[in-house]
């Protein structure tokens, strides 16, 4: 058990339905990480967090989703009129990195998304 | 995107035999590192080689990594059948954002 927190475990929706994901990070973790993972590749960086502050956000992200993480600890990720191309596993990932250092990122167990 | 590519995709071996993956990349790097993803779960860090380390063990992992070449290999050496598992790559730039970048990972089976 990493300690990352993801709700629901799966979800099923139908094409153009709003979905919400939740993410709780290991406590004393200032970073926040999603990302998308799909059938066989690797995950995909989709956006961060420090603390309540999205630093960055891939360019592969569409309108359509939007990242939250209100008072620096648990984050949600909305996506908007879903796609059956949304259908993957949404990962989140936290991490405890300082000033100077990047440190190892824990994982949760995910969200896997099927839009149909 | 991912960074780059991992070679095999798939491998598979017996129990007590070694496994050996590799992984290349593209750009410059602060650290380099893997981690292990079980069947529908999230992923598990391994260890993690700095851009200024060529080699690091940890139990039965050893990794090294070749910064003039871009590359890196994991090597697990007398392998278990639950060692089964996809093994990821990752990179983290030089910039401090803890952001790392995956590969397509390698599809491990050990066969008792």
């Known amino acids: 058990d990493t300690g990352v927190s993801q709700d629901p475990r799966h979800k099923i929706t139908k094409r153009g339905q709003n979905v919400t994901f939740r993410c709780d990070p290991i406590s004393e973790h200032n970073r926040l990480y999603w990302y998308r993972q799909t059938l066989g590749q690797g995950p995909e960086f989709l956006t961060y967090?420090?603390?309540?502050?999205?630093?960055?956000k891939s360019r592969l992200l569409s309108d359509r989703f939007s990242a939250e993480r209100p008072k620096g600890s648990f984050s949600t990720l909305e996506i908007q009129r879903t796609e059956q191309g949304d259908s993957a596993m949404y990962l989140c990932?936290?991490?405890?990195?300082?000033?100077?250092?990047?440190?190892?990122?824990?994982f949760g167990s995910g969200t896997q998304l099927s839009v149909l | 995107s991912q960074q780059g590519e991992e070679d095999p995709q798939a491998l598979s071996i017996q129990e007590g035999e070694n496994a050996t993956m590799n992984c290349s990349y593209k750009?410059?790097?602060?650290?380099l590192q893997w981690y292990r993803q079980n069947s529908g779960r999230g992923l598990v860090h391994l260890i993690l080689i700095r851009s200024n380390e060529r080699e690091k063990h940890s139990g039965r992992l050893r990794v090294t990594l070749d910064t003039s070449k871009k590359s890196s290999s994991l090597l697990i050496t007398a392998s278990r059948a639950a060692d089964t598992a996809s093994y990821f790559c990752a990179t983290a730039g030089s910039g401090n954002t803890g952001k790392l970048i995956f590969g397509q990972g390698t599809t491990l089976q050990v066969k008792p």
């Open positions: 990932a936290s991490s405890a990195a300082g000033q100077l250092t990047n440190e190892k990122l824990f």
């Open positions: 750009t410059s790097i602060n650290n």
């Open positions: 967090f420090q603390n309540e502050a999205q630093l960055e």
